[in-house]
């Protein structure tokens, strides 16, 4: 092992979207880039697949030999991981990283094998298609409609210290492979009008292009942080918006989107800020998940933020995401407010933003305060304070004004501008401060205004009776505003309270809501630090319990709940009875369903083979007991005809009853395949023999170049045949049945080509239910077991069996199975990798 083995080896992929791109010449080219730099690289293993350009670039370079294995009764060949390693080279190339190995290696994938060479202080360049990635391998099924049995864990190749982008517009990619560089010309046609479209290779390229446009983001985000970057590099528009639960939460989502998508890749992050004291923010659970949904269905992503300084959380989040813009909702308060209590949450943030815009969107409707209204208090806090102040200072006020105006005023005016201050205060600061302030202009009244003046004593009746009309209605006034403000907040939680039980009621009927969603909510609506579904009794005093049957308990434990929320916790327990019953009656559906199964299937097998069992044995005895009879000599014609009848009835018989034990091992799991490599010529002969008399012509197409596919053979001859007696029996006479066979993606497909009228789209599925004949009630066609069967046994062997329509009227049976041939090795109708072609 050399000197630089005491360190990590570095990884390098190129990545590609697709099969063709250049991978394994752009590979080759960067060995011979190092070598010329004095470099030693060698080619652990390269997969040039007979093609000139690409071997070309293997000059020079040292190839290692590779390591032979056998494996289904064929020999192959994987890279020697030993002989690399005893090789110790400063560089080692290395195709194909998702790779499945034969068996007969230490490591059962090829990306293991590279991790061994990492360790071991040796750099590797490898190569990777984007449909290997195992995030991405559902998403490019549903695109491509091809299965992805190989694949590579993501962290693998995001360790890389280099990600190169292998890129090709898709017209040049299909410009390649219809001039053979890609695939054999018996696949360029069946390549091009399935994997290789235009929209598949379209979506596999972006799909490429922004999974390394994400990981150029990460070393962008590393880079900063090592470097206490902290400022916004405005690389890709970011976007992210606030919500608060509110009903406004839609329309700024949308706007955010909007600005999103004005710049190509821009990202939409949306956040919510969960407060401690869990009812602050006026938050709804369920219109929070509904917006977090739209959030997802618009292409953004979801963030829960914890924290009781929002603002900052708000700006700590954006600054963190490298945000460049941040969406708000206008406030909903009013100028007074705002002047009594300060900077609300969008000006704060916009003053702690830095670089970031901040947007302040209005909308029709703002959030509406807590879900749940507080009772203990009727006034914000900072009316509450400024209330008795105002008490104070406006009747001083008030009276160094009177003083000025040289008793151009009566008593009664006089009297009347303090009435008015006072109801000003009460209408601010609520009882209390009326009090302050009823008393304080009480006094500067008298002292002022009143003869005597100069003291506080009064002489005349009439102003003492006008001194205490002047309290009296002042309290009156402060009395009346503090109600107001009582029956507003008793209204406003009145409000949250139906729209909690409506949205409560409105779950229960829909049944889409899990008790561990439901003890969430719980939690949140009445902020409580935990909420918890225990049985039987509980020791602890302090926490809130509420009964929801069969001896189970909704347990909260944080703060004391008052009486007056216990409606609409007995609303939650109500709920979350509903859903654990929900549950166990779920449970047992399931636990019924496959005895229904198990008896809809009964029906169905005693009906659909009454007549089918009968009309074989019917055929056999009649042929057996006419050859017994002594009443009649027949010929040696006769008697070959009547055994002929005798012997075609005993084999449809077995071939019913064969089917309808393989139907029940499938259905019960016990059918075990023994895969193997297995050609397509050594079970289409077999097949085609059982075929009956008389049927129609069957051609094979591309049987002889097939590579062999992991199947079971006698499981995989039954598929065959069923598949070929179905498309004989549709196919009019004079026409031909076809069997095309043809290689892909790691794939052979088979086609069971037939020129009858057909299946409706709407049939398609139905037809491979057990005992569907799709309204044919002609027991002369079998029981409707050959195609459920098929694809129950094509799934057992790990394959897909789909119909599609045959072009000029018919339909086509797609037969596609994993290939016995491992991908590396010289087969041109396996997907090959190739190099760039001039022009």
């Given at each position: 092992?050399?000197?630089?083995s005491?360190?990590?080896g570095?990884l390098?992929?190129?990545?590609?979207?697709?099969?063709?791109?250049?991978?394994?010449?752009?590979?080759?080219?960067?060995?011979?880039?190092?070598q010329?730099?004095?470099?030693?690289?060698v080619?652990a293993?390269?997969?040039?697949?007979?093609?000139?350009?690409t071997?070309?670039r293997?000059?020079?370079?040292?190839?290692?030999?590779?390591?032979?294995?056998?494996?289904?009764g064929?020999?192959?060949?994987?890279?020697?991981l030993d002989a690399?390693?005893?090789?110790s080279p400063?560089?080692?190339?290395?195709d194909?990283l998702?790779h499945?190995?034969v068996?007969?290696?230490?490591?059962t994938?090829?990306?293991q094998?590279?991790?061994?060479?990492?360790?071991?202080?040796?750099?590797?360049?490898?190569?990777v298609?984007i449909?290997?990635?195992?995030?991405l391998?559902?998403?490019v099924?549903?695109i491509?409609?091809?299965?992805?049995?190989?694949?590579v864990?993501?962290?693998?190749?995001?360790?890389?210290?280099q990600?190169?982008?292998?890129?090709?517009?898709?017209?040049?990619?299909?410009?390649?492979?219809?001039?053979?560089d890609?695939?054999?010309?018996e696949?360029?046609n069946?390549?091009?009008?399935?994997?290789?479209?235009?929209?598949?290779?379209?979506a596999?390229?972006?799909?490429?292009?922004?999974?390394?446009a994400d990981?150029?983001?990460?070393?962008?985000?590393r880079y900063?942080?090592?470097?206490?970057?902290?400022?916004v590099?405005?690389?890709?528009e970011?976007?992210?918006v606030?919500?608060?639960?509110?009903?406004?939460?839609a329309?700024?989502?949308?706007?955010?989107?909007?600005i999103?998508?004005?710049?190509a890749?821009?990202d939409?992050l949306?956040?919510h800020?969960?407060r401690?004291?869990g009812?602050?923010?006026?938050?709804?659970?369920?219109?929070?998940?509904?917006?977090?949904?739209?959030?997802?269905?618009l292409?953004?992503?979801?963030?829960?933020?914890?924290?009781?300084?929002?603002p900052c959380?708000?700006?700590?989040?954006?600054h963190a995401q490298?945000?460049?813009q941040?969406?708000?909702?206008t406030?909903r308060r009013?100028?007074?407010?705002?002047?009594?209590?300060?900077?609300?949450?969008?000006?704060?943030?916009?003053?702690?933003?830095?670089h970031?815009d901040?947007h302040i969107v209005?909308?029709?409707?703002?959030?509406?305060?807590?879900?749940?209204?507080?009772?203990?208090?009727?006034?914000?806090?900072?009316r509450l304070?400024?209330?008795?102040?105002?008490g104070l200072?406006?009747?001083v006020?008030?009276?160094?004004?009177l003083a000025?105006?040289?008793?151009r005023?009566?008593?009664?005016s006089?009297?009347l501008?303090?009435?008015?201050?006072?109801?000003?205060v009460?209408?601010?600061g609520?009882?209390?401060?009326?009090?302050?302030?009823?008393?304080t202009?009480?006094?500067?009244?008298?002292?002022?205004?009143?003869?005597?003046r100069?003291?506080?004593?009064?002489?005349?009746?009439?102003?003492?009776?006008?001194?205490a009309?002047?309290?009296?209605v002042?309290w009156?006034?402060?009395a009346?505003?503090?109600?107001?403000?009582?029956?507003?907040?008793r209204?406003?939680r009145?409000?949250?309270?139906a729209e909690t039980?409506s949205s409560?009621a409105?779950?229960?009927?829909?049944?889409?809501?899990a008790?561990?969603d439901?003890l969430?909510?719980?939690?949140?609506?009445?902020?409580?630090e935990?909420a918890?579904?225990?049985?039987?009794?509980?020791d602890d005093?302090?926490?809130?319990?509420?009964?929801?049957?069969?001896?189970?308990?909704?347990?909260?434990?944080?703060r004391?709940l008052p009486?007056t929320?216990?409606r609409?916790?007995?609303?939650?327990?109500?709920?979350?009875?509903?859903?654990?019953?929900r549950?166990?009656l779920?449970?047992?559906a399931a636990?019924?369903?496959p005895?229904?199964?198990a008896?809809?299937?009964?029906?169905a097998?005693?009906?659909?083979?009454?007549?089918?069992?009968?009309?074989?044995?019917?055929?056999g005895?009649?042929a057996?007991?006419?050859?017994?009879?002594r009443?009649?000599d027949?010929s040696?014609e006769?008697?070959?005809?009547?055994?002929a009848?005798?012997?075609?009835?005993m084999?449809?018989?077995?071939?019913?009853?064969?089917?309808?034990?393989?139907?029940?091992r499938?259905?019960?799991?016990?059918?075990?395949p023994?895969l193997?490599a297995?050609?397509?010529?050594?079970?289409?002969?077999?097949?085609?023999?059982?075929l009956?008399?008389g049927s129609?012509?069957?051609?094979?197409?591309?049987l002889?170049?097939?590579p062999?596919?992991?199947?079971d053979p006698?499981l995989?001859e039954?598929?065959?045949a069923?598949?070929?007696?179905?498309?004989?029996?549709f196919t009019?006479?004079?026409?031909?049945?076809?069997?095309?066979?043809s290689t892909?993606?790691?794939?052979?497909?088979?086609?069971?080509?037939?020129r009858g009228p057909?299946?409706?789209?709407?049939?398609r599925?139905r037809?491979?239910?057990?005992?569907?004949?799709?309204?044919?009630t002609?027991n002369?066609?079998g029981?409707g077991?050959?195609?459920?069967?098929?694809?129950?046994?094509?799934?057992?062997?790990d394959?897909?069996?789909?119909?599609?329509?045959?072009?000029?009227?018919?339909l086509?049976?797609?037969?596609?199975?994993?290939?016995?041939?491992p991908?590396g090795?010289?087969?041109?109708?396996?997907?090959v990798?190739?190099?760039?072609?001039?022009?």
């Amino acid at each position: 092992m050399n000197a630089e083995s005491a360190r990590a080896g570095r990884l390098k992929v190129f990545l590609g979207a697709a099969p063709g791109v250049g991978k394994t010449y752009r590979m080759l080219d960067e060995g011979r880039r190092r070598q010329a730099r004095g470099t030693d690289v060698v080619v652990a293993l390269a997969e040039c697949h007979r093609r000139p350009r690409t071997e070309e670039r293997l000059a020079g370079l040292e190839v290692l030999p590779r390591a032979p294995r056998s494996y289904g009764g064929g020999a192959h060949q994987e890279m020697d991981l030993d002989a690399v390693l005893a090789r110790s080279p400063g560089v080692a190339l290395v195709d194909e990283l998702a790779h499945t190995n034969v068996p007969g290696g230490r490591n059962t994938k090829r990306w293991q094998d590279v991790g061994e060479l990492l360790a071991a202080g040796i750099d590797v360049v490898t190569t990777v298609n984007i449909q290997h990635l195992e995030s991405l391998n559902d998403v490019v099924e549903k695109i491509t409609k091809v299965p992805q049995r190989e694949t590579v864990p993501d962290e693998v190749v995001r360790r890389a210290q280099q990600i190169e982008l292998v890129d090709m517009p898709p017209e040049a990619l299909r410009r390649r492979l219809a001039h053979g560089d890609v695939y054999g010309p018996e696949n360029i046609n069946a390549a091009l009008a399935d994997y290789f479209r235009v929209g598949n290779l379209t979506a596999l390229r972006e799909l490429a292009m922004m999974w390394t446009a994400d990981r150029v983001d990460e070393a962008l985000q590393r880079y900063r942080t090592e470097h206490g970057i902290g400022g916004v590099w405005e690389t890709r528009e970011r976007v992210v918006v606030a919500l608060t639960g509110g009903p406004e939460g839609a329309t700024l989502i949308r706007r955010a989107a909007r600005i999103a998508a004005r710049s190509a890749g821009g990202d939409l992050l949306a956040a919510h800020v969960a407060r401690s004291d869990g009812l602050s923010g006026g938050t709804s659970a369920v219109a929070l998940a509904e917006q977090r949904h739209l959030v997802e269905s618009l292409g953004g992503s979801s963030h829960t933020l914890v924290g009781d300084d929002v603002p900052c959380a708000l700006a700590e989040f954006a600054h963190a995401q490298n945000a460049t813009q941040l969406v708000l909702g206008t406030s909903r308060r009013g100028r007074l407010e705002r002047f009594l209590t300060g900077k609300g949450i969008g000006e704060t943030i916009a003053a702690m933003s830095g670089h970031i815009d901040v947007h302040i969107v209005a909308h029709e409707r703002a959030g509406g305060g807590r879900l749940l209204p507080s009772r203990r208090r009727t006034l914000p806090t900072g009316r509450l304070v400024a209330g008795p102040v105002a008490g104070l200072v406006l009747p001083v006020g008030l009276t160094f004004l009177l003083a000025h105006t040289g008793g151009r005023l009566n008593l009664t005016s006089e009297a009347l501008l303090f009435l008015l201050t006072v109801v000003a205060v009460a209408c601010v600061g609520g009882v209390a401060s009326a009090v302050v302030a009823s008393v304080t202009a009480s006094l500067l009244l008298n002292y002022f205004f009143i003869v005597p003046r100069g003291r506080f004593t009064v002489m005349s009746t009439n102003n003492i009776l006008a001194l205490a009309v002047f309290v009296v209605v002042a309290w009156t006034v402060a009395a009346v505003v503090d109600r107001s403000l009582r029956l507003t907040r008793r209204a406003a939680r009145a409000t949250a309270e139906a729209e909690t039980l409506s949205s409560l009621a409105g779950d229960i009927v829909r049944g889409d809501q899990a008790v561990p969603d439901l003890l969430e909510r719980a939690r949140e609506t009445f902020g409580m630090e935990s909420a918890a579904l225990v049985k039987g009794p509980d020791d602890d005093g302090t926490a809130v319990r509420v009964p929801v049957g069969d001896d189970r308990y909704l347990v909260l434990r944080g703060r004391t709940l008052p009486a007056t929320e216990s409606r609409v916790l007995a609303a939650f327990a109500a709920h979350v009875a509903a859903a654990i019953e929900r549950a166990r009656l779920a449970e047992a559906a399931a636990e019924v369903e496959p005895v229904r199964a198990a008896d809809r299937m009964r029906t169905a097998l005693l009906t659909a083979v009454s007549h089918d069992l009968r009309t074989p044995l019917a055929g056999g005895w009649a042929a057996v007991s006419s050859l017994r009879s002594r009443d009649v000599d027949f010929s040696a014609e006769d008697r070959e005809e009547l055994l002929a009848t005798a012997d075609e009835s005993m084999a449809k018989l077995s071939r019913l009853v064969e089917n309808l034990l393989d139907m029940s091992r499938l259905q019960a799991g016990a059918l075990v395949p023994h895969l193997r490599a297995t050609l397509f010529e050594e079970v289409v002969a077999p097949a085609l023999d059982s075929l009956p008399t008389g049927s129609p012509r069957v051609e094979t197409r591309g049987l002889e170049d097939a590579p062999p596919v992991i199947a079971d053979p006698p499981l995989l001859e039954r598929v065959v045949a069923n598949l070929v007696g179905n498309a004989a029996r549709f196919t009019p006479r004079g026409a031909t049945v076809v069997l095309n066979a043809s290689t892909h993606v790691g794939r052979v497909e088979l086609r069971v080509i037939d020129r009858g009228p057909g299946l409706p789209a709407e049939d398609r599925e139905r037809a491979f239910e057990a005992f569907q004949r799709l309204g044919d009630t002609d027991n002369r066609t079998g029981v409707g077991l050959g195609l459920a069967l098929s694809r129950g046994l094509t799934e057992a062997m790990d394959g897909t069996l789909a119909p599609e329509d045959t072009p000029g009227g018919g339909l086509t049976m797609v037969l596609s199975l994993p290939s016995g041939e491992p991908v590396g090795t010289a087969s041109p109708a396996l997907p090959v990798e190739q190099e760039p072609v001039e022009g």
